[in-house]
């Protein structure tokens, strides 16, 4: 996607968090490939959680809606939950925390934009 002006990467998250576009892009075309091109064009690391999360947040949806939909995905086991590297017995326990912490880490590789 071309802009007119730059794209503004942002270091926080908003109410209604947006992934740079290209990232969404990525991440929906090569969910194994674990790389995304964040804002200013440098690579970041990704696991199956981010990259199952990354098409989602797109600045239409909310944190706790952005928690909802990856709780179903756990349920239908299109995401694996794991807490020191051995897989979740409660998986939604953790989501809510997974979701804040794979935000944050996305506001910091400069993926977020405003």
């Known amino acids: ?21 290209f990232a969404r892009l990525e991440a929906q075309r090569y969910p194994k490939r674990y790389k995304l ?8 690391n990704a696991d199956d959680f981010i990259m199952a999360l990354v098409p989602l947040v797109d600045g239409t949806r909310t944190v706790e809606e952005l928690e909802r939909i990856m709780l179903g995905y756990v349920a239908e086991g299109r995401v694996v939950v794991y807490n020191d590297g051995i897989q979740a017995a ?8 997974l979701v804040l912490k794979a935000l944050t880490n996305l506001a910091d590789g400069t993926l977020l934009v405003g």
Do not use: G, Q
């Open 1 to 21: 996607m071309l802009h007119a002006a730059p794209v503004e990467a942002v270091n926080y998250i908003s109410d209604t968090p947006e992934v740079y576009p």
């Open 37 to 44: 091109t964040s804002a200013i064009r440098n690579m970041a």
């Open 90 to 97: 409660n998986p939604d326990r953790l989501v809510p925390s």
